[in-house]
């Protein structure tokens, strides 16, 4: 399975002037520096917790599933644009959006083909899955919960701590217990 990030988040959840205020810095020398690590603990907290913060566009690929229904990562699903089924023959073909149904109130989200609808309806021998899909809080920062944030803030307080350092402490026991409860856990 391969995840393929297609469109960057356009804000961060935390701005600079709020992780400024956190970080108790003046002046503007470190705008730059701040900024690139906002970034830095948002990919962290998406990557301990495998979801996604912010509204992104996503490509999701792999295997075609034995059944009917795919869990797609990186919750919480937002939308699917596009469902397409590929051969050993690069033959591609897009599944119509009323062959499936598309739950984003469970989490994580699914697809699912309608019933009587089967994979090998498209192609007799299909080899891959490609779903390009739309996943997060919302496109504003206040939509993203504030534990999360706040676990964010105290990564990026550590990276700007230890910037200087070759060698990082361990994530602090604070933004694992504020992460906890949104850990996606497979089962």
């Not at 108790?24 to 962290?44: F, P």
């Not at 989490?107 to 997060?136: H, M, N, Q």
Request: aromatic share 6%.
């Amino acid at each position: 399975m391969a995840l393929i990030d297609l469109v960057a988040p356009v804000v961060e959840p935390v701005d600079l002037t709020s992780a400024k205020q956190f970080l108790r810095v003046d002046g503007n020398d470190e705008d730059t520096l701040i900024t690139d690590m906002i970034s830095l603990a948002r990919h962290q907290v998406e990557n301990m917790i495998d979801r996604t913060l912010i509204y992104r566009v996503f490509m999701y690929r792999g295997p075609v599933p034995n059944g009917h229904c795919l869990q797609l990562p990186r919750p919480p699903l937002l939308a699917v644009s596009e469902v397409t089924l590929r051969d050993e023959d690069e033959q591609i073909i897009v599944i119509p959006s009323s062959d499936y149904r598309v739950n984003t109130h469970r989490d994580p989200g699914e697809l699912r083909l309608k019933d009587g609808v089967s994979w090998t309806d498209y192609l007799d021998a299909p080899t891959g899955l490609e779903i390009e899909f739309s996943a997060g809080y919302g496109t504003d920062p206040g939509d993203v919960p504030l534990p999360l944030k706040q676990a964010l803030l105290l990564l990026l307080a550590q990276h700007y701590e230890y910037r200087d350092n070759t060698e990082h402490p361990s994530v602090p026991m604070m933004v694992d217990a504020l992460l906890m409860p949104y850990r996606w856990v497979r089962l």
